[in-house]
């Protein structure tokens, strides 16, 4: 309920915000074009826009209908439209005469033309919210956090979720239509259609259009966000739910009520052993561990998921590993078992790559591990790293009342290598980006050239040359260059290339060879990319502050996020 309260007021804090701000005036302006007594406008135009924006979402970001057609396309045909409104109504006696002379006349001023002559009072205005739709998808971090995170979990839930966010936006913008229209009722001159602001409403149109199409939006964005008294997508940011990390509560042995484990479901593939089900397993202490193998946390973690498989299989314990990808490389199982080789991970694993059994048990973090006992009943959940010997001491003591005559314990640590100054893990695809500095704005765009920023703050990163940018990666498009202000004792990073190739890595400005704190994937200030997965980059003798990392990128190689040890 939090959740879909907050998606309600995020897309009413979406009209505020900057990536919105400038879209205003065609907001308005479409809604007191042509006759302003005319009051259905603000509806049309909003519902026009709602309905576009759902549509948006359900095809290209729920479904994989329109996979092939890159983003650019919407952005063009978004920006054409409305460049186009803008000179019908601004070139109205023209523009009849053109429709006339090409014998359009039946079907274009069906479409457009009488939208904006004042023949028709829905189609223009509808045309106006349609185009619009896309241009807000990307605009509030909660929208983001929808799209990433519960979207690949839970699809009628996010539906919802979606849909509260949607009907927020439309509110808000159905009463600065109505505010709008009402004003200029209240001035005679504004309905004279070749009156000076229509026209000014029209070139409005136009330069809005061509903003849109360009991709010079984000100059426009980031001018108004440096210069709003606000900061709206931080306000925004408080609507997202609590840490993940806090959702158990406590550390004691045995920290959730009861409830029966659920059954795997959805899985593609199980490797290192046969398939594996909660019935086959009852009689046996279960770890069902979630991860996934690019993610270091998860690495760390699977050190210690392994010792104890090894210590305790003997005495009716399994681990099961339910490999939740996040990454669209993660999906390829090959990719999986390569990982389990290297990682020296001996216990069965299953391919989750639709997330139904992350859905089942209402997962929400990597990794994360579910102790069931010999009943089959859920009796501890942690999520991430740590506490370490308090779930060896869980799992010692359910083993212990399923009669298990045990010996020493596996480990004693709890030692991990996190400090509270390090930097957070950063992902660079537009759906979770963080701290990113820089023009343009990060997204905004598929495929843009970027100008870095001279003095980069710690723990923030910023973009040189061209770049594409989807979801979950950006992509260089030439020989780009990739800076991070890191705080840190190990840096990592995500990635990969369809083949061989060779990425340039300096520290502090100097090849990261002579620093000698060049990471195990680093030879001669290069890291050769083999493949898409987890690569060291850097291992100081020391947690350091303070210290750049840039990145010398060919064309066509992927980045994912960068992650952190110290």
């Known amino acids: 309920m939090f959740l879909l309260i907050s998606s309600f007021v995020a897309g009413m804090l979406t009209v505020l915000a900057p990536c919105v701000l400038p879209l205003l005036p065609v907001i308005v302006g479409g809604s007191v074009t042509g006759d302003v007594t005319d009051k259905k406008r603000p509806f049309i135009i909003t519902a026009a826009l709602a309905i576009s924006l759902f549509v948006f979402t359900l095809l290209l970001k729920a479904t994989t209908l329109l996979i092939n057609i890159p983003p650019s396309a919407i952005t063009y045909f978004s920006g054409t439209i409305i460049i186009l409104l803008g000179l019908a109504l601004l070139f109205p006696i023209t523009y009849a005469k053109i429709i006339g002379g090409l014998g359009l006349e039946a079907a274009a001023q069906r479409l457009m033309g009488r939208g904006y002559s004042n023949k028709s009072k829905i189609i223009g205005p509808a045309i106006t919210g349609a185009a619009l739709g896309p241009v807000f998808s990307s605009c509030s971090p909660v929208y983001a956090?929808?799209?990433?995170?519960?979207?690949?979990?839970?699809?009628?839930?996010?539906?919802?979720?979606?849909?509260?966010?949607?009907?927020?936006?439309?509110?808000?913008?159905?009463?600065?239509?109505?505010?709008?229209?009402?004003?200029?009722?209240?001035?005679?001159?504004?309905?004279?259609?070749?009156?000076?602001?229509?026209?000014?409403?029209?070139?409005?149109?136009v330069l809005v259009g061509v903003m849109i199409f360009t991709g010079y939006g984000p100059k426009i964005q980031t001018y108004i966000s440096d210069h709003t008294p606000f900061n709206f997508d931080s306000l925004s940011e408080k609507l997202l739910p609590a840490s993940k990390n806090q959702l158990t509560g406590n550390s004691s042995l045995f920290n959730v009520q009861p409830f029966s484990a659920p059954e795997f479901t959805g899985i593609q593939?199980?490797?290192?052993?046969?398939?594996?089900?909660?019935?086959?397993?009852?009689?046996?202490?279960?770890?069902?561990?979630?991860?996934?193998?690019?993610?270091?946390?998860?690495?760390r973690n699977d050190v210690y998921l392994e010792k104890w498989y090894n210590t305790y299989k003997t005495d009716n314990f399994v681990v099961v590993g339910i490999h939740a990808p996040e990454f669209s490389f993660e999906q390829v199982p090959a990719n999986?078992?390569?990982a389990l080789k290297d990682q020296d991970i001996t216990y069965p694993v299953g391919l989750d790559n639709n997330l139904a059994t992350w859905n089942a048990y209402n997962n929400q973090s990597w990794p994360a591990g579910y102790l069931i006992d010999a009943s089959s009943t859920v009796r501890r959940i942690h999520n991430g790293?740590?506490?370490?010997?308090?779930?060896?001491?869980a799992i010692r003591t359910l083993l212990t009342a399923n009669g298990a005559k045990l010996g020493a314990m596996a480990s004693e640590s709890d030692d991990v290598p996190i400090s509270a100054d390090q930097t957070p893990e950063t992902y660079f695809g537009s759906a979770r980006a963080g701290n990113y500095v820089g023009s343009?704005?990060?997204?905004?765009?598929?495929?843009?050239?970027?100008?870095?920023?001279?003095?980069l703050p710690v723990n923030d990163w910023t973009l040189s040359g061209t770049w594409e940018v989807d979801n979950?990666?950006?992509?260089?498009?030439?020989?780009?260059?990739?800076?991070?202000?890191?705080?840190?004792?190990?840096?990592?990073?995500?990635?990969?290339?369809?083949?061989?190739a060779t990425v340039g890595v300096k520290l502090d400005g100097k090849p990261i060879s002579q620093s000698g704190a060049a990471g195990s994937d680093v030879q001669n200030s290069n890291l050769t990319m083999n493949g898409a997965r987890l690569y060291n980059l850097v291992n100081f003798s020391q947690f350091t502050s303070g210290s750049t990392v840039e990145l010398s990128?060919?064309?066509g190689v992927e980045l994912n996020t960068f992650t952190f040890g110290s």
Not at 440 to 455: I, R
Not at 479 to 499: D, E, R
């Open 145 to 205: 956090y929808i799209l990433a995170t519960v979207l690949p979990a839970n699809f009628a839930q996010a539906m919802a979720y979606v849909i509260a966010y949607i009907l927020g936006l439309s509110f808000l913008l159905l009463a600065i239509g109505f505010y709008g229209q009402g004003l200029v009722r209240r001035v005679r001159f504004a309905a004279n259609p070749n009156g000076w602001l229509q026209r000014t409403i029209a070139v409005i149109f």
């Open 336 to 338: 999986v078992e390569k």
């Open 553 to 555: 990128v060919p064309n």
């Open 269 to 299: 593939k199980w490797l290192n052993g046969p398939p594996q089900s909660i019935k086959a397993l009852k009689g046996k202490v279960v770890l069902v561990d979630f991860w996934t193998y690019s993610c270091i946390n998860c690495i």
């Open 385 to 393: 790293e740590g506490d370490y010997t308090q779930t060896e001491q």
């Open 440 to 455: 343009p704005a990060l997204g905004n765009v598929p495929l843009a050239t970027y100008t870095a920023v001279s003095n």
């Open 472 to 500: 979950d990666k950006i992509i260089a498009r030439g020989n780009s260059v990739l800076k991070f202000h890191v705080a840190a004792k190990n840096v990592y990073l995500v990635g990969g290339s369809s083949g061989l």
